[in-house]
């Protein structure tokens, strides 16, 4: 891309200015104008390559970075997991280069894309030192840097102006840092026309138009601007404003009445910090080590103005995550995972053994899954201890209710007979109840399932209300049903087909 040397590139470098919105700190518009004439008077194929390998160099050092191998060397700058990407000069849209004095928006765009898709890049450095540029093109590059956040971290490092146009490009950063001595700020827009009517007078020279449409020659530079078309460029620089206010407000986390707030003011780094506009005030040696210092511990949320005390802890942390950290990481991962695990496994084992024990039991495994210092083995010790206990009660029980089922039923044998029948003597049916009865006798002559159903010594098991008038109109399937489901509501144990199988 090689420049052809114009007769006076000052009127290329102003038209570069004239009648566009411009985002330029406005005591630097004389810088601007001098960068922009050794722009179009540089010769991009020996020159330019030239001032890009001097850019190169004076970044590495003020980084403290050693110059890459040909073979290895990135596009970038580049050491220990960051890439270095200069905002440097003034800025220009549609400009592929970086030659210190002036920067394009094409170049930053092509050097951020190939950090993000290079794997050894971990974090990117913004080294800014930029009074601004031009509005075309610049807030399209900073939205996508702040795109960028979400998939690696950023640092803008203003060493030393990051102003208008370079604010526009420093604020979407992750965290923007600024050394003492910065001006950071101007968030405002202006638009300069230029007029050479007074000039041309002078000279004897009249400058004619003969053109279609009312605005077609407005702010041409060989006529003064008329009010009209000047009321319309100050509209037209309120909305590029109220589009730069509303980038920095949600870069910064800040309302845009803060930002508007500021009225296009360049403030000192250490006022800057106090409206927001800048995580911290640091020398690029400490703001470099402290941002890697942030990654390492994985805290982007940890204030930038904080001074690192441990000076030695700052030094460390300056290769960004290491192997070593990565694997750190993934054994705290592991740790965790495998001890969500063992929880779920150690609950659902005293469940199921508990429940092999019988539904009395599952209260008691919610007890003993609810101390976290109970083992597995200890819970079930616990639960065989409650079934071994809760057996022997209820075989005590049934023995002592044996017992009187025993006695009663001899005295029945005794005189047992005036129950049976009816009381007005009427036998009708008599003969089929009383072969019923005999066929479940037992070999003592004894209609244990009767006794035991019109038993209520045991509230808990057998026919519950007692009374041969509460069994008597029963089935025998009916009865033992009855009296194994009130058993099983004790002990837990389930006896549906147990019950089918009596019955």
């Known amino acids: 891309m090689t420049k052809r040397r114009q007769p006076d590139v000052s009127v290329s470098a102003l038209s570069r200015m004239n009648m566009r919105d411009m985002l330029v700190l406005p005591d630097t518009a004389s810088q601007t104008m001098a960068d922009l ?9 020996t020159q330019g390559a030239a001032a890009e390998v001097a850019s190169r160099e004076s ?9 890459q191998d040909q073979e290895d060397r990135k596009p970038f700058v580049y050491q220990d997991g960051i890439a270095v990407i200069p905002i440097h000069g003034t800025l220009l849209n549609r400009f592929n280069g970086s030659w210190g004095f002036v920067t394009g928006y094409q170049y930053i765009r092509r050097m951020l894309n190939l950090a993000l898709d290079d794997d050894d890049v971990e974090a990117i450095v913004f080294d800014v030192d930029s009074p601004g540029g031009e509005a075309a093109g610049c807030f399209e590059l900073a939205r996508e840097i702040m795109a960028s956040r979400r998939v690696k971290p950023s640092l803008a490092m203003v060493d030393s102006v990051a102003a208008s146009g370079g604010m526009a490009l420093a604020a979407p950063a992750t965290t923007v840092y600024a050394i003492p001595s910065a001006r950071v700020g101007s968030i405002g827009v202006y638009r300069m026309h230029i007029s050479h009517e007074e000039n041309l007078k002078k000279d004897g020279v009249k400058v004619t138009f003969a053109s279609a449409g009312d605005h077609k020659v407005d702010g041409n530079m060989y006529q003064d601007l008329p009010q009209s078309v000047l009321d319309e460029w100050r509209e037209s620089a309120g909305k590029t404003w109220d589009d730069f206010i509303s980038l920095v407000a949600e870069a910064r986390g800040l309302t845009e009445d803060e930002v508007r707030g500021t009225q296009a003011r360049v403030y000192r780094a250490d006022e800057a910090l ?3 506009l800048i995580n911290a005030v640091k020398t690029p040696t400490e703001a470099v080590a402290a941002f890697l210092a942030e990654l390492a511990e994985d805290d982007p949320s940890q204030d930038g103005d904080e001074e690192m005390n441990d000076k030695t802890k700052a030094s460390e942390a300056t290769s960004g995550l290491t192997e070593a950290d990565f694997t750190k990481i993934g054994s705290m991962i592991a740790t965790t995972v495998s001890t969500a695990v063992s929880g779920l496994t150690r609950s659902q084992t005293i469940k199921d053994y ?15 899954i609810a101390d976290d210092n109970i083992t597995v083995e200890s819970a079930k010790a616990a639960i065989d201890a409650a079934a071994s206990a809760l057996g022997a009660t209820v075989g005590s029980d049934m023995k002592k209710k044996k017992g009187k089922q025993r006695v009663e039923s ?3 044998d005794e005189d047992g007979d005036a129950e049976e029948g009816d009381e007005d003597g009427d036998d009708d049916g008599e003969a089929e109840e009383e072969a019923a009865r005999a066929s479940r006798l037992g070999k003592d002559k004894v209609n244990h399932l009767d006794r035991a159903m019109g038993s209520n010594r045991q509230p808990n098991v057998g026919a519950g209300k007692g009374g041969k008038e509460n069994t008597d109109d029963k089935t025998p399937k009916e009865k033992a049903n009855a009296l194994l489901a009130d058993h099983a509501a004790v002990t837990g144990a389930d006896w549906s087909g147990k019950a089918s199988k009596a019955a």
């Not at 050092?61 to 050693?66: H, L, Q």
């Not at 539904?359 to 003993?368: C, N």
């Open 354 to 368: 508990a429940a092999s024990k019988g539904k009395a039991f599952a209260a008691l495994a919610s007890t003993l």
């Open 410 to 412: 001899e005295d029945e």
């Open 37 to 45: 004439t050794r722009y179009y008077d540089t010769d991009a194929t």
């Open 274 to 276: 106090a409206k927001g």
């Open 59 to 67: 970044l590495e050092s003020a980084y403290g970075f050693s110059p």
